[in-house]
């Protein structure tokens, strides 16, 4: 990508060839898509509003950079303060000197990711307008074209900045920790990066394991055998493995123990070498079951720890074994704990704002238990007067 600083202007915006040209009156000769000015950018001084042009490379088709009907480049023209108009493969920005820089680092990642094969997607340019306007460290054109996982022209790969942290610390270490809510994709990415190990032959067989935790419902009372009784808690595993692996091949990578699914109490008394294991739902494990799981661990293998710390489910108030770990692991060689929050759900928006939503009330709920036993009775909410005696 080339860009092109142009001198201050005095009122409009410098045209490719640096002819004056008005928004009202673009070159019929020429592709364009214009906006009006945003407020931020019509109410700034004319001695500091400047014109930045980018030259898209001719490798990178501008459909393909700026969407089907211009929905790239609208989704990006609401996200900036600076003027964007289209001209052929020539991007013209108009702003303040900073808008027009990160006006131009945005479509720098987005052309990038382009020239990697990807194809941009709303919520990938989304991700990456908030990793560059929160300063991540990271280029969001490396994080969201780290492919994983390829099949029936379907790639897998991290969706979020954390995504691609946990990704790599499962590269990194022999234990990880995914810990969010759901949606972030924790058990999700983990089994690709197990089935790339297997595909890859760093590994012999993956292990899959859950607690058979009875949320509310009783196991005893399902129709069938003990298989039957606990395939539904093992089901969202067979889910996912069926878009990964070609459905006909896992009952033949099953029945040869390639693949295997299993509640976690059958984990007891085993070493399990060569082998990439993961274990979902890890919240509902008391602090003994994880312990037991753990030091199942045999050479040559990886382990894969995932839960939702705010959905516990064990009865009786038992502590979960996911959140004692942290404290007891924490700092050890080789184990990694990586966090993912609602920024990271890939779910539909509305599951993000759900968690934020319950997390508000978890906190607020907290605040006035602990007031309780303080002695303060009223909601320690801003503003609320304790009651008249």
Do not use: C, W
């Amino acid at each position: 990508m080339e860009s092109r600083a142009a001198a201050p202007l005095p009122t409009v915006p410098h045209s490719p060839k640096g002819q004056p040209s008005t928004p009202s009156a673009p070159s019929s000769s020429s592709s364009s898509s214009e906006t009006s000015p945003s407020l931020a950018a019509a109410q700034l001084p004319s001695a500091t509003v400047s014109a930045t042009t980018i030259v898209v490379p001719p490798s990178v088709p501008m459909v393909s950079l700026l969407g089907s009907g211009d929905e790239i480049l609208r989704l990006v023209e609401r996200e900036l303060r600076a003027r964007v108009l289209v001209r052929g493969n020539e991007i013209i920005i108009t702003g303040s000197p900073s808008d027009n820089a990160f006006a131009v680092r945005v479509f720098d990642e987005l052309i990038a990711l382009v020239g990697h094969g990807g194809h941009l997607r709303p919520d990938a340019v989304s991700q990456a307008l908030h990793m560059l306007r929160n300063g991540a460290t990271e280029r969001p054109a490396d994080v969201l074209s780290l492919n994983i996982l390829s099949r029936r022209g379907r790639t897998i790969r991290p969706k979020t900045l954390n995504q691609k942290r946990y990704v790599d610390a499962i590269d990194e270490h022999t234990i990880v920790f995914g810990i969010g809510p759901a949606g972030t994709g924790k058990t999700y990415l983990a089994m690709a990066k197990a089935v790339q190990a297997l595909q890859a032959k760093q590994v012999n067989r993956i292990i899959l394991t859950r607690p058979a935790v009875e949320a509310g419902e009783r196991l005893g009372y399902l129709p069938g055998t003990l298989y039957d009784k606990i395939d539904p808690y093992l089901r969202p595993l067979y889910d996912a493995l069926h878009d990964m692996i070609d459905p006909d091949s896992i009952p033949r990578l099953t029945q040869a123990g390639t693949i295997e699914v299993a509640p976690l109490a059958y984990m007891r008394g085993r070493s399990l070498n060569d082998a990439f294991i993961v274990l979902d739902e890890a919240q509902n494990t008391t602090p003994e079951q994880m312990k037991m799981f753990l030091t199942r661990l045999g050479f040559g293998s990886k382990m894969v720890v995932t839960g939702d710390v705010t959905q516990v489910d064990l009865p009786g108030g038992q502590r979960s074994g996911l959140r004692v770990v942290q404290s007891i692991l924490d700092g050890v060689d080789d184990v990694a704990f990586t966090h993912l929050t609602s920024v990271d759900v890939v779910r539909h928006r509305l599951v993000g704002n759900i968690v934020d939503a319950y997390a508000r009330f978890d906190a607020e709920t907290a605040e006035q238990n602990d007031n309780q036993l303080t002695g303060l009775s009223y909601p320690a909410r801003r503003g609320a007067a304790p009651p008249r005696r």
